[in-house]
């Protein structure tokens, strides 16, 4: 049995259909995590990719938001020498775990799963234009993981490796296949909008499938591809949490503030509030 509510995605996909592609583009160029991939591509040149993707595989259970998480790797990646292989990146990346403060938690299982992926590594090293095709990477990643190649951390190496190409200048394919990476906050975005009628622990947990579900349906339906549309809807809601026990308008508020400012201007405040009135639509926590 479904649990996507039809007309609550219509309604959110009809909002971000408002949303220009021009925005999109800007949106994408203010991410703190597009900035850090462009520090990694500074140094690291073309390799930058396969660190990103290494780096992507073991970004769950954070101590950290996700953007000054990835601002830390980066400061870390920027300062070691560029890797040569595969192994010698899965140990440079065990080193870092060592000594990140964003990233402490089940660190061994972490460093299994960079063991795990290392072949794969060692390929997008040696041959970083062949996973210009992101639906290479997810299918390759997933192979080599035993995992779906929908599951968030996958989907998130092609994010990660897509900003890393375009940090090159490079056009990549595949990226209208690529779903929506589903973490915490996605999560909870996808029950604040009322997609699905459940909690976002729920949504996280049974309902995931589910989500991206949702979260394609809206992609297709707004004409934003989910890799794009991953900014637009997760930046503004940092801190969402925090800004729910405020009230519903203040977190509408903050989310539109933080839209229109991650777009410099281009999405104007009347369009970032009614894209954050269906966003935010309901309290998932009430």
């Known amino acids: 049995m479904t649990m996507l ?13 408002n949303i220009p592609a021009s925005a999109v583009e800007v949106i994408e160029l203010n991410d703190p995590q597009y900035a850090a991939i462009k520090k990694l591509v500074a140094v690291h040149g073309d390799r930058a990719v396969a660190l990103a993707v290494a780096n ?14 990835w601002l830390e790797f980066a400061d870390w990646g920027s300062r070691i020498p560029t890797p040569s292989a595969g192994k010698e990146l899965v140990e440079a990346m065990k080193a870092f ?37 992101l639906g290479v990477l997810v299918k390759e990643l997933a192979g080599v993981l035993g995992a779906r190649p929908e599951e968030k951390t996958i989907v998130f190496a092609a994010k990660m490796a897509y900003y890393a190409y375009r940090a090159l200048g490079l056009e990549v394919a595949g990226k209208n296949e690529i779903p929506v990476p589903l973490d915490r906050r996605m999560a909870l975005l996808t029950s604040a909008s009322g997609m699905i009628n459940s909690t976002p622990d ?14 394609q349906k809206v992609s297709r339906e707004s004409g934003i591809p989910a890799l794009h549309l991953d900014a637009v809807v997760w930046l503004p809601a940092h801190g969402i949490e925090r800004n729910l026990r405020r009230g519903l308008e203040y977190a509408r508020d903050e989310f539109a503030r933080r839209l229109v400012g991650y777009s410099k201007g281009i999405v104007d405040w009347n369009t970032a509030r009614q894209v954050a009135g269906q966003i935010i639509y309901r309290d998932p926590y009430s």
């Open 5 to 17: 509510d039809e007309s609550r995605i219509a309604a959110v996909a009809s909002v971000l259909r």
């Open 56 to 69: 992507a595989l073991i970004s769950y259970r954070l101590s950290l938001p996700g953007e000054k998480y």
């Open 97 to 133: 775990l060592a000594e990140s403060r964003g990233n402490r938690m089940v660190v061994q299982q972490k460093a299994r799963r960079l063991e795990r992926a290392a072949p794969v590594l060692e390929r997008v090293l040696r041959e970083p234009g062949r996973y210009r095709d």
């Open 202 to 215: 729920k949504v996280f947990t049974r309902y995931r499938l589910d989500a991206v579900r949702a979260w």
